[in-house]
C-alpha cells in the first residue's frame, strides 16, 4: 500500500513539475510561427565581466568574477581539487 501512494505522489509530482516548469505556456502553443519571432526580439544583458586571458584568483577582485571565470572562460586554474568552487583559499 506505501508503495502504491509512493508512486501515486511521485507522479503527480512529475506532472505538476512538468506542466509548471517545461510544458511551453498554452499562449506560445497556439502563436504558431510568431513564438520565435518574439523571443529573437528579447534583448540579454551585457555581460559583466569578459574572458581576457586572466586565469588565476589573485588576478580576481571578487568571488563573483572568479566564478564567471571558471563558468565561462578557457584554460583558467582557478579550481585545484575540481570541485567546481574557484579561489576557494580567497576570495571566495
Known amino acids: 500500500m506505501k508503495k502504491i501512494l509512493l508512486g501515486l ?34 534583448s540579454l544583458p551585457e555581460p559583466e565581466y569578459q574572458c581576457d586571458g586572466r586565469e588565476h584568483c589573485s588576478q580576481m577582485k571578487n568571488c563573483e568574477e572568479a566564478e564567471f571565470f571558471l563558468s565561462n572562460c578557457p584554460n583558467v586554474k582557478m579550481d585545484g581539487d575540481d570541485d567546481g568552487l574557484p579561489c576557494e583559499r580567497g576570495p571566495c
Open 9 to 42: 505522489v511521485v507522479g503527480a509530482l512529475a506532472v505538476h513539475v512538468y506542466n509548471t516548469q517545461i510544458a511551453p505556456p498554452a499562449e506560445a502553443a497556439d502563436m504558431g510561427d510568431e513564438a520565435p519571432v518574439a523571443a529573437a526580439a528579447v
